[in-house]
């Protein structure tokens, strides 16, 4: 799947996913006195997963082709170049 | 070595540095080398003002007590981040579209441009953002406490013992902040509501204390322990502190959700929030960028913040040192001077980031939602008429922030001053979130409408300040507090801890819930049940269908009103100065290429551009009632609102049913085409047959005519001859009959006029009798005729006559291609696949491959070679084709060519036939 309907798509699905991930239905299963690298489980767990979230929310952002710029100018906005100083005052 | 005055004079100097950052991208921007519309990094890093001093002290300290139960906090920001593509970019697009310039602004834009809605939104944000102040003043205050008694750890004194205000540092802090704020935001009115020297200067904020925050964590976690091994290791032989790693028991879940929720509300509906991500966000493809930056930087600042709670709980067992100082103590207890103070600095970088955007934010929105339609709308005060009004907007901001910032010292000394952190910031987050459902509802809901945003938002607020404000402002002891714990008037169920009865979920999950239900249940139900004015109608459209319109001419079509240039002129002059409204004007005119000194009247899109120009200076209700004190006219009433509205829609539909038209005449015109096509072939056809039938007829009749001619002729013709020509002549005739009966017999078969005289019958005898009759010509020619018949055949259902035509004829064809010299021609008659299987074979030249077909049409004569003369009608085998077809039969041609014809023909057996013959009718 590619353009803009992807990364709508994906994005839905990484919220849930993340929702999930981060529900304390999910916590329950880590929460125990174990260690992994020295770090709780719990912790380890939850940091992990949000770096997994945040990487898959900069993949899905990257520009890539078939995605057109984003910004588009209303012929009626006031652009702010022509209300800046530019030191006339 | 950290005297105060040197703590000072850093602090001073630090902010000074801030002050610089600002003062020199300003600049650049002022010269139109804008650093913030080319770095989407500052972007992303301002919006870290997310973090405070409540991240920055009250994460650890709120982790030394629950463990992760500080996370939620920061994951909601990521959840709401992970959708950005439809909230943070609609949210953003739509801003910029209406030149929205506050949270206040942005709802009041979105229901009807309401001043009312804007007023309410105004009062709830003060209210609910003092706490949050105060919050960061008594961080800032207690951390240069507690620093200058360096190297002794000791903690800042309570409230109550402190000097009186003059005399407190807190205040100091105050008023050098609001002074820092004033400097930072309101220096001049800036019309698109733009601070980049602010939102750089912020950015820089968010790395350093990124940097000490780390550098903390590091210190404890490598310096003070060996790793996080040796930390946790620690940490899991005491009870107590083993817990932390763990979630509690079923509360601590409620808790998790409802912080959750209440963060992912918080990161859009904050004033300074929508402040830095929406309202001064110059680029919209910054976004990509800050939508992972901002949670990975909150995952790096939160990285090291359960270490450093667990570390500070391992240092000072005993309890004395509070944990929300532990970032600044742990470095101070192993004499860290330097370390403790960048910390510090770090600690005031996170305050101040808050406190001045914040404040500006606020101040942006108590002067253009509530200062200024009040006073627009003062008649004696002859607002509308005065000529120069930026400087009365310039004074009204500034005077907002000293207020707003003296709001906050005044919660602190009389309210907060006791509270964890972290509980003072969540009343805050609580009353941020009230304003989730008037946003979310209104950019995807078309129907919310401002009578249900206004009842559910006061409700909200209201059930708020009652399950929240109110215990902790009741709690000193200078209001009653007997109504916490028995109710108001000793009704219980209205206990503002356990509304209802509701018990057994913490205060913040109550309170969240009611005034959820009270705030999502007024705007729903009073939507449904009201009604919208035109207005609201309209800008609920342009928000909700924002990247739809975003590039049309969005309100002016709507507005129906007129007005003078110079009059619009004179207004946008009042509020932004005399260049600046200049500049607007002779853009707009040169974009359009139209003369504005000839142009006396406004057109609508004029009128538009005028209020949108003024929106980014003093908010979009205030915007609208000073348009209206110079344009005539009226929003157009609420049909044609919806006519035009709905125009779109329609035209759609209507090239909808017109493709959907054109197909079907398409598929018709196709069809036209095929029966044309098939008509022509027909009539080609008729052409064929009739050239034909013409010519077949004319061979016969061309010998007759001859003969008879040479016999008419008196010629000298000896009765021999005589004799043989009109033997020519009666055979010629006789095939000319039979040519004629036979067209006749075809015409009428494929007209279906023949009557049949179908039966049931034993075929043995009509075969006998069809070789019976062309027997004589087998003789004739001395052809050798085998006959093989089966014993049984089956019953078969037909016309006899028929039958032994089709026997005939296919027997008189194998005689003329038999070979002339012994001519040997064979008929085997079986019973075969359920049904009559005949067969009839010569010893002739055969039949070629491209003849298979075709030899069963009519007047076609296979080997035909020009010079021969036709041996037979050509009609024999297509009527025998009828009469087989006729039958429920088929007629095909079975011989390999070069070895003899052989034609064959199945009539199915009687049996078989009748279960046929219903589905053959």
């Given at each position: ?18 929702l ?57 906005a006031?652009?702010?170049e022509?209300?800046s ?5 | ?10 602090s ?20 139109g ?56 970019r ?47 003043l ?10 200058i008694e ?10 109550s ?48 204390k990124?940097?000490?925050s ?8 490598f ?23 763990l ?5 601590a ?27 001064e ?10 939508v ?9 600042i ?45 600690g ?28 627009l709308?003062?008649?004696?005060l ?26 906050g ?14 509980t ?24 919310a ?9 006061s ?14 402002v ?8 007997d ?17 209802f ?31 919208q ?14 990247f ?5 001419s ?28 200049r ?12 003369n ?57 539909e ?10 079907e ?27 034909t ?34 033997g020519?002549i009666?055979?010629e ?78 027997l ?50 296979a ?20 009469i ?14 070069g070895?003899?014809?052989c ?7 009687i ?11």
């Open positions: 799947m590619t353009g803009l309907n992807a990364v709508r798509e994906r994005s839905l699905a990484l919220f849930f996913i993340a999930l991930a981060f529900s304390p239905a999910l916590l329950v299963v880590f929460s125990r006195h174990a260690f992994i690298f020295g770090v709780p489980v719990l912790y380890a767990y939850l940091l992990s997963v949000w770096g997994g979230v945040i990487l898959c929310i900069a993949l899905n952002a990257f520009p890539r082709e078939g995605v057109p710029a984003q910004s588009v100018r209303s012929d009626n006031i652009s702010d022509s209300l100083d530019k030191g006339t005052d | 070595m950290l005297a105060p005055w040197f703590v000072a004079v850093a001073f100097a630090y902010l000074c540095l801030l002050f610089a950052v600002a003062y020199y991208v300003d600049k650049r921007a002022d010269a080398r804008s650093l913030l519309r080319s770095n989407p990094y500052i972007y992303a890093f301002s919006i870290a003002v997310y973090c405070t001093s409540w991240t920055y002290y009250g994460s650890v300290g709120r982790a030394a007590s629950s463990g992760i139960g500080f996370l939620p906090i920061y994951l909601g920001p990521t959840l709401v981040f992970v959708l950005w593509w439809f909230l943070l609609k949210i953003i697009r739509i801003s910029k579209a209406h030149r929205i310039t506050s949270i206040a602004d942005f709802i009041s834009s979105r229901y009807g441009k309401s001043t009312r809605l804007s007023v309410l939104v105004t009062v709830i944000a003060v209210v609910g953002i003092v706490p949050y102040i105060s919050l960061q008594k961080a800032i205050s207690s951390s240069f406490y507690v620093l360096y190297p002794e750890i000791v903690m800042p004194p309570p409230v013992e402190r000097a009186s205000p003059v005399g407190d540092l807190t205040f100091l802090v105050a008023l050098v902040l609001s002074l820092f704020a004033i400097l930072f935001g309101t220096r001049h009115i800036d019309a698109s509501e733009h601070h980049e020297g602010m939102v750089a200067a912020v950015a820089f904020e968010s790395v350093i990124l940097i000490a780390v550098s903390v964590g590091v210190f404890v976690t310096g003070l322990f060996n790793g996080f091994g040796d930390l946790f290791g620690r940490a899991a032989m005491e009870p107590a502190l083993a817990q932390l790693f979630m509690e028991g079923g509360g879940y409620g808790q998790w959700v409802t912080l959750t929720l209440l963060s992912m509300a918080a990161i859009i509906c904050l004033p300074r929030q929508f402040q830095v991500t929406v309202v966000n110059v680029n919209e493809d910054h976004l990509a960028k800050a992972w930056l901002f949670p990975l930087y909150l995952l790096a939160n990285l090291f913040v359960l270490p450093i709670a667990i570390g500070g709980r391992l240092m000072f067992p005993d309890g004395s040192v509070d944990a929300d100082t532990f970032v600044l103590t742990l470095p101070m207890s192993d004499r860290r001077d330097g370390l403790a103070l960048f910390v510090f600095l770090g005031l970088s996170a305050a101040t980031s808050m406190v001045i955007v914040a404040a500006i934010a606020l101040s942006t929105m108590v002067c253009n939602d509530l200062v200024m339609p009040a006073l709308r003062t008649g004696w002859r607002l509308t008429e005065r000529d120069d009004l930026s400087r009365l907007l310039l004074l009204i901001r500034r005077a907002s922030i000293v207020v707003i910032l003296l709001l010292y005044v919660y602190f000394r009389f309210v907060g001053g006791a509270d964890s952190l972290v003072i910031g969540l009343v805050s987050f609580a009353a941020a979130a009230q304003f989730a459902p008037p946003i979310i509802g209104g950019i995807f809901w078309k129907g409408s401002r009578d249900g945003a206004f009842v559910g938002l409700l909200g607020f209201l059930v708020w300040a009652y399950t929240l404000l109110l215990p902790l009741a709690r000193p002891g200078w209001f009653p507090t109504f916490i714990d028995q109710g108001p008037f000793g009704i219980a169920l209205l206990k503002p801890h356990a509304l009865g509701l018990t057994g979920v913490d205060g913040m999950t109550h309170a969240l819930f009611w005034s959820m239900l009270a705030n999502i249940g007024g705007l729903v139900i009073v939507s449904l049940w009201g009604r004015s035109p207005l609201e109608r309209i800008q609920a459209v342009l928000f909700v269908d924002v739809r319109w975003s590039g049309s969005s309100t002016s079509q709507f507005w129906r009103g007129s007005a003078t240039v110079p009059d619009l002129y004179a207004l946008v002059v009042r509020f932004i100065g005399q260049s600046r409204a500049r607007a004007f002779v853009t707009y005119a040169h974009e359009r290429q139209l504005l000194s000839e142009l006396t009247e406004a057109d609508p899109d004029l009128v538009s551009f005028t209020e949108r120009l003024l929106a980014g200076a003093i908010g979009a209700a205030s915007a609208r009632v000073m348009v209206a004190t110079v344009a005539k006219g009226e929003v157009m009433g609420s049909e044609e609102v919806m006519e035009i509205l709905e125009e779109t829609s329609q035209v759609i209507y090239s909808h049913s017109l493709e959907q038209k054109s197909r005449l398409e598929a018709k015109s196709e069809a036209l085409r095929e029966a044309n096509e098939r008509l022509k072939e027909l009539d080609s056809l008729k052409d064929e047959f009739l050239s039938v013409s010519h077949e007829l004319r061979t016969p009749l061309t010998s007759i005519r001859s003969f008879s001619e040479v016999l008419v002729g008196g010629q000298a013709v000896s009765n021999e001859e005589r004799t043989r020509f009109l020519i009666v055979k005739s006789e095939r000319l009959t039979r040519l004629i009966n036979q067209i006749l017999d075809l015409a009428k078969m494929e007209a279906n006029s023949v009557d049949w005289d179908m039966e049931a019958l034993d075929p043995r005898g009509a075969i006998e009798d069809a070789v019976a009759a062309i027997s004589s010509l087998f003789k004739e020619n001395r052809i050798v005729l085998e006959i093989e018949i089966e014993e049984h055949l089956p019953e078969v259902f037909v016309d006899r006559d028929r039958l032994i035509q089709v026997i005939v004829n296919l008189s064809n194998a005689a003329k291609f038999s070979d002339s010299a012994a001519g040997r021609v064979s008929l085997e008659a079986r019973s075969r696949e359920g049904g009559l299987l005949v067969h009839v074979a010569d010893n002739g030249r055969g039949i070629d491959l491209e003849d298979r077909e075709t030899i069963f049409e009519r007047f076609h004569q080997n035909k070679k020009p010079t021969e003369r036709p041996q037979g009608t050509g009609l024999g085998l297509a009527i025998s084709r009828q087989v077809e006729h039958f429920g039969g088929r007629i095909w041609v079975e011989s390999p060519p070895d003899g014809a034609l064959a023909f199945l009539i199915p057996a049996a078989r036939r009748q279960a046929q013959a219903p589905a053959a009718k």
